[in-house]
């Protein structure tokens, strides 16, 4: 079931709600789009049936140049699985001189996106060095992912590092290189996600 919803922003707005049934459960799964001018989103509450003791609430930053392949069917199946848990889950894609002063709302912030030419992404990178992005994960619990065909050795050593510099001060709680047959795969997807509420059960006692 999908509907369409207006957001609230500085200049002109676009976005939609998707709701997913899932076990019983109602979740919320927002996405908006960053522009290169400062953005206001105010999300309102839903309330969830789901009997999560703390709900994580969770949002995925991230960038993708082809809108609907494999990086943005990645994205749709880690939030969704992720709501399954009971998490609230809302996704941007970046932009790299955007506004980011709503991520100090969430507890949790995911980042990910392709590597092109050897580089992450260029409006997710671009946003921890250009934006108020850095400032605002400050002291946040961060999870990374990336997708790439490099050998996993390889993108730990020089892609990771590159959203890594960019975080000090803050606490990672999960990374996983996607290989582009991980990147389809539930199993290797709900790990990460395990991994991901496994930490921030620790991080929260």
């Not at 991230?62 to 199946?77: A, E, N, P, Q, V």
């Not at 000090?168 to 996607?178: D, H, N, P, R």
């Not at 709900?190 to 921030?200: C, G, H, R, S």
């Amino acid at each position: 079931m999908t509907s369409t919803r207006s957001l609230s922003k500085s200049n002109s707005s676009a976005g939609f709600i998707k709701k997913a049934l899932s076990q019983g459960a109602f979740f919320l799964y927002l996405s908006f789009q960053l522009f290169q001018f400062s953005v206001s989103t105010q999300p309102s509450f839903f309330p969830m049936t789901h009997s999560a003791a703390t709900p994580m609430k969770a949002i995925i930053l991230f960038d993708s140049k082809t809108s609907g392949g494999s990086t943005d069917r990645l994205i749709d199946s880690i939030g969704q699985k992720l709501a399954e848990t009971g998490a609230y889950v809302e996704k941007a894609k970046c932009k790299s001189t955007g506004d980011y002063s709503f991520v100090k709302d969430f507890d949790v912030v995911i980042m990910g996106a392709p590597i092109y030419y050897l580089v992450v992404s260029s409006e997710l990178l671009g946003a921890l060095m250009q934006s108020n992005l850095k400032s605002c994960l400050q002291g946040k619990k961060i999870a990374l992912f990336l997708t790439c065909g490099s050998p996993e050795l390889m993108a730990n050593l020089l892609y990771l590092p590159q959203l890594k510099l960019n975080l000090i001060g803050s606490t990672i709680l999960a990374e996983k290189i996607f290989a582009p047959a991980q990147s389809s795969d539930p199993a290797v997807i709900a790990k990460y996600i395990d991994e991901l509420n496994e930490a921030w059960k620790k991080e929260s006692k």
